[in-house]
């Protein structure tokens, strides 16, 4: 027994869960641990990039400058978004990637703006300021990252900058993404029972004597437990936790909650940082409302993903500490699937709210990152008999997700091969959006650049095959298979020598490779007349 009946929020489960993210940086993400891909696509991109800026319209309503549109509250002084927990920076990508576009064209566009990637990891933090693409974003400025703590942190350095964000300092109202990351924060568990209130203790047990609990693998061996002991007095000395505990318990009966403490004490700090002129925008799964919270009766879940894990967040509790500071709190009037996706506000602009509202409206809750997520996984299941213009749709739909692609690659090929000119053509303009669209955390098991090449190929466009071939190799390794590709593509442009060294290549890498070795074969022989797109030898790439 490592621990026994102590409060969640101290259990050495987050010293555990902190030790695993420093250790481990973006390899938890690369080995599938961590689940990041319904918060960190285009779509749900696209739709916060529109909130900000609706939320941006708003504090600048009442100022404009020397061109007569919309200025900064503090002219010449940068709106900083922040993102808690950036994990990979895929989001951070897909965000700016679409809020820059949308900025530009916007009345904002004399409005500075700088977006700040945070994490624990030093790891993470190195990952980001090497990453391709992000490198544009850096340079010109619209972008930096910071070191955060969101358990102890007042204040952040940013790298690049070497600008200090802290209480008093920020100009501007500050906007906040937090997403996939209050649900890994240290929390609180309690159960109600005929109006009295019990707290949810742990006990923390490893098979092994002497376990050390920052061994990455910790978490998947040992046991966790709860056991319910009833509250005397106040819980945390602290007038606004108390206050939303206290009410629970006179509104809600028979129900185990989570109380997100951690969150609380973060938003806390954040709000010091933003001057009270806040915009926390957050996608995780949770209960959002007291409805959903009286629907919980079952004890507390904690979902282990690898070496970390997290627990479902307690949205309707924030909410409530955003209103006891005359807050405004927005949700979708719809109980999610998928994912929960709030707006919370701190702060009143001049002419108030509208324009965040609407955008929230439109963006979020009519047809946003849930339904997105729900209608996915519906369409993913199967995408047999697809024809190409619905491949198209879901792909376009999707913002140019590779990963959408890649989940019906086969019916691509099959599709795209007997297609006829004009749609070979839209294909093409899509795996262009496709490859701009990516952003490759290295290692990852599926090849984008090998497949686009094969698709490219059976259109019979060779020499753009080539190019992804070529990337392939470059990045993903030597791989005979590629090399055979790139022999195919040599033998329709009529490059027969390029193709034979091609082989060779394949061969030296497998000996065995019989298809290279037959190809070569009938290159060398004095019967060889070449190939054309409905003639090649071994047409289909293996």
């Not at 990637?97 to 933090?125: C, I, K, P």
């Not at 967040?313 to 924030?318: L, M, P, Q």
Request: proline share 5%; net charge negative; with cysteine.
């Amino acid at each position: 027994m490592l621990e026994q009946n102590q409060r969640l929020s101290r259990s050495l489960l987050w010293r555990c869960q902190r030790a695993f993210y420093e250790q481990q940086g973006i390899e938890a993400w690369r080995q599938a641990h961590i689940p990041n891909f319904i918060t960190s696509n285009p779509v749900i991109s696209r739709a916060y990039a529109q909130v900000v800026l609706g939320w941006m319209r708003d504090w600048c309503a009442a100022s404009r400058g020397e061109t007569g549109r919309l200025a900064a509250p503090e002219p010449g002084q940068p709106f900083y978004l922040l993102e808690l927990g950036a994990g990979t920076g895929r989001f951070a990508f897909h965000f700016l990637e679409a809020f820059r576009r949308l900025h530009a064209r916007s009345q904002l566009r004399d409005v500075a703006f700088r977006y700040v990637m945070t994490d624990l990891s030093e790891r993470n933090l190195e990952f980001w300021l090497s990453h391709p693409r992000l490198q544009p974003f850096l340079e010109e400025g619209l972008l930096d990252v910071a070191r955060f703590d969101a358990e102890r942190d007042e204040e952040l350095v940013l790298r690049r900058a070497g600008t200090v964000l802290a209480p008093g300092t920020v100009a501007n109202p500050i906007a906040v993404v937090a997403n996939y990351f209050f649900d890994s924060l240290p929390q609180d568990a309690f159960t109600l029972r005929d109006g009295v209130l019990h707290e949810c203790l742990v006990s923390v047990s490893s098979p092994r004597p002497g376990s050390e609990v920052e061994a990455k693998d910790f978490l998947e061996r040992a046991t966790v437990s709860f056991e319910d002991h009833e509250v005397r007095g106040a819980c945390y000395g602290d007038a606004e936790l108390d206050g939303i505990l206290e009410d629970y318990r006179e509104r809600l009966d028979d129900v185990t909650l989570l109380f997100p403490s951690g969150a609380l004490r973060c938003l806390r700090r954040l709000q010091r940082l933003a001057g009270d002129r806040l915009l926390l925008l957050s996608g995780d799964k949770g209960h959002a409302s007291e409805d959903e919270l009286s629907d919980r009766s079952s004890g507390v879940s904690l979902v282990r993903h690898g070496g970390a894990f997290s627990l479902m967040v307690n949205y309707d509790a924030i909410g409530r500490y955003f209103r006891l500071r005359d807050g405004h709190v927005l949700r979708p009037i719809h109980r999610h699937a998928s994912l929960h996706v709030g707006a919370f506000l701190l702060g009143q602009p001049p002419d108030g709210h509208g324009e965040t509202e609407l955008a929230y409206e439109e963006f979020i809750e009519r047809s946003g990152p849930d339904d997105y997520s729900t209608l996915l996984k519906r369409m993913e299941q199967p995408f047999e008999g697809r024809t190409l213009e619905e491949l198209l749709a879901v792909l376009r739909w999707s913002g140019w997700d590779s990963g959408v692609l890649m989940a019906a690659f086969s019916e691509w090929m099959d599709q795209a091969e007997s297609a006829s000119e004009p749609l070979r053509q839209e294909v093409c303009w899509a795996i262009q959006q496709v490859w701009e669209t990516d952003y490759p955390l290295g290692g990852e098991e599926e090849d984008l650049a090998f497949h686009l090449g094969m698709l490219l190929y059976v259109m019979d466009r060779p020499a753009e095959a080539l190019t992804f071939f070529d990337h392939s190799l470059r990045v993903g390794g030597l791989d005979p298979a590629t090399y055979f590709n790139q022999g195919m593509c040599h033998l329709r442009l009529r490059q027969d020598a390029l193709a034979l060294e091609c082989f060779e290549q394949a061969l030296a890498l497998d000996s065995g490779f019989t298809e290279a070795r037959e190809i070569i074969s009938q290159v060398q022989s004095p019967d060889w007349k070449g190939v054309d797109a409905d003639e090649a030898p071994g047409e289909e790439p293996p």
